[in-house]
């Protein structure tokens, strides 16, 4: 760093005093954004913060991480009933079980005793107009001015992206699967 940028960047350090809760998105085609999501509740429960999490689609965090995060009792954690799959081409049911996860996501996000929420794969329910945007913004705008939400998932909306404070797309520069047909591994995909 030049002796001007770090005198800029001291500058701007001095400056940022505050403290808020985060809206947060982690979104784009490549991998790396439920884990990241899944790294922020490992840094909050190292700290003794309550965490909640909701997984809106069956994915890796079904077993492996679920398994971890049940057994800690700083988190609390909702997974989507069985019947939430993708293959199923049952809109209604998909709907009502998005529904639901969304009651339990809503309550965690109004709840001052979660200091932390993560929303895995919203974006993608979203997208498909599971469930409805603008109810999902009016709770976050509601929420506890310390509480920090999480939100993952590929296509996130434009409203949400405006709405939050921090947004990373995370952007596929390689992956194994297409480029060189590996299958997932343990430990890297579930
Ligand atoms: P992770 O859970 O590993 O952080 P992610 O949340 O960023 O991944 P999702 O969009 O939820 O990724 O996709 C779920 C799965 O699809 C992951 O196992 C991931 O490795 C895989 N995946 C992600 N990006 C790609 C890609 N560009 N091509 C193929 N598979 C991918
Ligand atoms: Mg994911």
């Known amino acids: 760093m030049t002796e001007r940028r770090r005198a800029g960047y001291e500058k701007k ?6 403290e808020k809760g985060l809206l947060i998105v982690y979104t784009g085609e490549g991998k ?3 884990t990241a999501a899944m790294g922020m509740v490992l840094r909050a429960v190292g700290h003794d913060m309550p965490v909640g999490v909701v997984q809106f689609i069956k994915g890796a965090m079904d077993s492996a ?3 971890v995060l049940s057994a800690l009792p700083q988190v609390r954690f909702h997974a989507i009933g069985d019947g939430f799959t993708w293959l ?9 079980t998005a529904r639901e996860a969304w009651g339990v ?5 109004l709840d001052p005793d979660l200091a932390l929420v993560v929303l895995d794969e919203l974006n993608v329910i979203l997208k ?3 469930l409805d945007l603008d109810e999902i913004l009016a709770v976050l705008a509601e929420r506890p001015p310390m509480k920090h939400v999480v939100v ?16 990373s797309e995370i952007r596929r520069v390689k992956h194994p699967f297409k480029e060189q047909g590996v299958k997932a591994q343990a430990g890297i995909e579930f």
Not at 13 to 18: P, S, V
Not at 152 to 167: F, M, S, W
């Open 65 to 67: 991480e679920r398994r």
């Open 88 to 96: 199923t081409q049952d809109r209604e049911g998909d709907m009502a």
């Open 13 to 18: 350090k001095a400056r940022a005093t505050r």
């Open 152 to 167: 993952t998932g590929r296509h996130a909306p434009a409203a949400l992206v405006e709405a939050a404070d921090l947004v």
């Open 105 to 109: 996501a809503r309550e965690m996000i």
């Open 32 to 34: 790396g954004k439920t």
């Open 128 to 130: 498909y107009g599971y």
